[in-house]
């Protein structure tokens, strides 16, 4: 089988991108005739300019072939198509103890990933464009798999099996039992997420990774910001002449996002779930001072109305001004592991909204840091309804400490396998920061209270932890509440003295 270019394909994407018959794009498949009773797949050819993230120049042009998996059947051409990828904890958990302890990393990208293992099951698909049988008619051919190819939609899991078994069998590596993507060979520890690793310890997952001279790391997605301001017009090519007023804070401090059902839809001006995703990815790679703009925007995805477009314009005028900014990875060897949560009770309240149950839920949010490092934030409703001020800074408590408990698993199991972390307790510690003094007391105190009998053990889950001492419960003025963004828009003072604390800027 070979590329048929008899005919003048000059302008045809395959040659354009040198899409070619050789054993790294077509060893993947064998030419047979139709069985009976097969499903046959479509062909897809994939084209792709792959540019470098901190140029965006392009570097080559890139055409690989894929099966069309949606028409894939589960229970007849697989059966589960789950796959684990690491989560940002563990990837900022490791660059932060990169920074604090000075480690060496190496980024590894697979070439090819997915075809290296070998495909499960019988997989007959088209023949693509572009090429032709030696002999007789491509039509009255198909392609049987022996290979993993991108695009059915189990791949993502037989190349994650098949990867962790060459590292644990053949290379020697031990599999985390806190994160199934987390490996660790004698001092050496690897984070895998899909076809991208990072070894021990600068491009990664499309955020920019830069180590500095004084050993801090910066990281910064300033390429998805300029997708995000062209998708949203805010582009200097289309304002040519025209200066793009740039906002100081992610949104208005002074209005708060309804449903505002008697407003007017938004125009479609912009793709408004597009914009919102890459957002998102923005928010949870480098930019927790979005993260409670993305998520009130994310709320009224479903219809949103004119207020909705605004408020993401808002947000593009922000990103616009600050286009170079990240997150800093600073470290204060002399704290270790801190989170810092607050809540806003019903916060979202709205008379004109009165028998909504949402406007009644409170909001919480919190960040977690290793040796002042920001390793996960998050700003969220809250799933129940809380009768007090107390019950909803209570309920934030319980859920951060949801995710911080196994990062304190995660860096224990890195201290038994002997890895170098400086500190001289034998297990981590961790200093939550809580500024209501009920919450505080009850998570202190465990006594029987009337007022508060009727939260549940979920929301308790973490005593334990307290009653050993591995956990500290502390108090801390409003003022310093690091997490006090998270919960409700705030005004360019408050948004820059808290910035220069998380984000180190």
Known sequence: MYPHDEDPMLQDPLMAYKATADKDTMYVHQAMKQPEKSTILPAVWQMKRKRDIRTQEIKKHKARLNIDGFRMIQGVHYEQNYAPVASWNSIRTMLAMTAVHEWHTKQLDYVLAFPQAPSKGRLYMKIPRGFQIDQGKSEDYLLELKKNLYGTKNAGRIWNQYLTDKLVKEVGFTQSEVEECVFYKGKTMCVLYTDDSIIAGQDFLGVNIDRKDDGSIHLTQPHLID???????????????????????????????????????????????????????????????????????????????????????????????????????????????????????????????????????????????????????????????????????????????????????????????????????????????????????????????????????????????????????????????????????????????????????
């Not at 289309?238 to 002074?254: I, L, R």
């Not at 408004?272 to 994310?298: F, M, P, T």
């Not at 616009?320 to 997150?327: I, L, Q, S, Y």
């Not at 002399?334 to 909504?356: I, T």
Request: charged fraction near 30%.
């Open 227 to 505: 997708q995000i301001i062209k998708d949203l017009g805010l582009d200097d090519e289309k304002n040519k002449g025209h200066v793009v007023k740039t906002k100081e804070t992610p949104a208005s401090s002074s209005k708060l996002l309804t449903k505002h059902t008697d407003s007017p839809e938004f125009d479609n001006q912009f793709t408004y779930r597009s914009v919102l995703g890459k957002c998102n990815y923005l928010e949870k790679g480098s930019r927790s001072d979005i993260a409670y703009i993305v998520y009130q925007c994310a709320r009224f995805s479903s219809n949103p109305k004119k207020e909705h477009g605004e408020a993401l314009k808002w947000l593009g005028r922000y990103l616009k001004g600050t286009r170079d900014k990240g997150t800093i990875i600073r470290p204060n060897q002399k704290q270790e592991l801190e989170v810092y949560v607050d809540a806003s009770f019903a916060g979202d309240w709205h008379p004109e909204y009165g028998q909504d149950e949402d406007t009644a839920r409170s909001r919480h949010g919190y960040i977690i840091q290793y040796s002042n490092c920001p390793i996960l934030w998050k700003s969220s409703l809250q799933g129940e309804i809380t009768l007090s001020s107390t019950e909803s800074e209570y309920t934030g408590l319980s859920y951060a400490l949801r995710d911080a408990i196994p990062i304190m698993q995660l860096i224990d199991e890195m201290k038994q396998y002997s890895f170098p972390i400086k500190s001289a307790e034998a297990k981590v510690h961790c200093r939550v920061f809580e500024d209501n003094s009920g919450a505080l007391e009850m998570a202190s105190l465990h006594k029987y209270r009337p007022r508060t009998k009727h939260i549940c053990t979920k929301l308790h889950h973490f005593r334990l932890y307290v009653t050993s001492k591995r956990i500290s419960i502390h108090p801390i003025k409003t003022d310093y509440q690091r997490a006090d963004y998270l919960t409700k828009p705030v005004n360019d003072t408050v948004l820059k003295r808290l910035g220069k604390l998380v984000m180190g800027w």
